[in-house]
């Protein structure tokens, strides 16, 4: 066979290969997923996932969330920041990293911990996977991140090509 021909294939092979060989988890939802443990604020995180040809990990459904919390965040301290954040303070529509959005009536209230989210003191616009002592389990909070005045781990996300 012609090695031009096999020029395209080998290069697929290559891309499709390479996220799982640095890291890059494969989730339910067709794309992969990486947990970096760097700290960054959620602004600075989500630049990030965009330079990577990604995004911050979208959490919406049931399978993706017991796949995070089966396959990537293993540290029950840790706070990790996800794709989603509200739309303005005190707005109750949120916008997800793919770009749906959705209003906080129609989240689904299984992936949050109690009584979240709440928007205490009204300016918590951003989403986090957190650990609560007080239920024991891993689920989503909304959270400071207004101005970058919290850094923490975050979860990228991508399409394998």
């Not at 499709?16 to 939802?29: E, F, H, K, N």
């Not at 906080?104 to 300016?123: H, I, K, Q, S």
């Amino acid at each position: 066979m012609n090695a031009m021909l096999l020029l395209p294939i080998l290069l697929s092979l290559l891309q499709t290969a390479a996220p799982a060989s640095s890291g890059w988890l494969r989730s339910p939802q067709g794309t992969v997923v990486k947990l970096y443990r760097r700290s960054l604020s959620w602004s600075k995180a989500d630049e990030f996932c965009k330079d990577v040809d990604g995004r911050l990990v979208v959490d919406r459904t049931a399978d993706m969330h017991l796949f995070l919390i089966k396959n990537v965040l293993r540290e029950k301290k840790s706070r990790v920041w996800v794709g989603l954040r509200r739309t303005a303070p005190h707005s109750r529509t949120w916008i997800w990293s793919d770009g749906t959005r959705q209003n906080e009536d129609d989240l689904n209230t299984n992936l949050w911990l109690r009584d979240e989210p709440n928007d205490a003191a009204g300016e918590e616009e951003c989403a986090l996977f957190m650990y609560s002592p007080w239920e024991k389990a891993l689920g989503l909070n909304d959270y400071l991140c207004r101005g970058g005045c919290r850094s923490y781990q975050f979860i990228c996300e991508k399409w394998i090509r």
